[in-house]
């Protein structure tokens, strides 16, 4: 087993906390996938218990995800798509197997540390978008960098999303597909290493859903962020660097694209 970091400020392990140099919005994108393991994980299940009946979510999921990937997570509502991604982010833990964040061991991990994992280290966006009405875009976004390490100034995650010109608005002067995007600025503001995405789209008409798209695209690319997108759309699978398809709590089958279809281009 690998040796755990040593601690660092407020007793997190340095391997949790990113390091600091990142790209910025203004440097050339990349393009490749970089070769880093962020996540490794074995035979992970997840038995929901509720009174008399068990329900298994994950039934031996193995899988690694590479720093930069764009990866799909598809399959049938109740596949376990969910349940996997809340465990990657730290927000739900496995009934058992081994789930490794570079290398550090994130089961067994104590709440504070898990606590400072997915501050430091995640950033989720779900279907609803939980904007705080009575801010403005830039004022919900500030509230995460308000308690971040090494967060990009508001403006900027915002410019990202291609909101620089509403970011004085209130969320009820935006569509659902601009709401969307600001909570896509939220979430990487703090330049999260792994962005967990559960059907971001599934409340949105195709034409704002693609906006959306274009917006995580946009981050996945320039900020090299692991970037993990649950969806029920197929024809999302061609933005994708790896899809994933999830089938009774097992990844069923693994498809690589060479080549990824631009979110502009997608259809369906
Ligand atoms: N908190 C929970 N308590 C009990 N059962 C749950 C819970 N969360 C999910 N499940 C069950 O686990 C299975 C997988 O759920 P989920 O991961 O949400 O699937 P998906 O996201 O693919 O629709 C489903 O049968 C679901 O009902
Ligand atoms: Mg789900």
Request: charged letters at 20%; a neutral charge.
């Amino acid at each position: 087993m690998a040796r755990p970091p040593e601690s660092g400020v407020d007793g997190v392990p340095k391997g949790f906390v990113r390091a600091p140099a990142r790209v910025t919005v203004a440097v050339p994108m990349k393009t490749s996938l970089s070769t880093g393991v962020v996540f490794e994980a074995r035979k992970l299940r997840k038995v929901y218990h509720t009174g008399e009946v068990e329900v298994v979510a994950l039934n031996g999921v193995d899988l690694e995800l590479g720093a930069g990937e764009l990866v799909c997570l598809l399959g049938p509502s109740g596949s376990g798509k969910s349940t996997l991604l809340n465990i990657l982010g730290g927000l739900d833990v496995p009934s058992s197997g081994s789930l490794q964040y570079k290398g550090w061991p994130l089961v067994g991990s104590d709440e504070r540390t898990l606590t400072q994992f997915r501050r430091n280290c995640v950033g989720f966006v779900f279907q609803f978008y939980n904007l705080i009405p009575s801010l403005t875009a830039r004022e919900n976004v500030a509230l995460i960098t308000g308690i971040s390490r090494d967060p990009m100034p508001p403006e900027e995650a915002l410019e990202v999303v291609g909101l620089g010109r509403r970011m004085d608005h209130f969320p009820s002067q935006l569509s659902g597909g601009e709401q969307q995007r600001v909570a896509i600025a939220r979430a990487i503001a703090k330049r999260p290493e792994v962005l967990l995405c559960d059907e971001p789209t599934g409340a949105l008409d195709v034409t704002t859903g693609i906006t959306v798209l274009e917006a995580i695209e946009r981050t996945n690319r320039e900020l090299g962020t692991l970037t993990v997108v649950i969806t029920h759309n197929a024809a999302m699978a061609d933005m994708a660097d790896r899809v994933l398809h999830l089938s009774d709590g097992r990844i069923a089958r693994e498809e690589h694209n060479e080549t990824r279809l631009a979110a502009s281009h997608l259809k369906w």
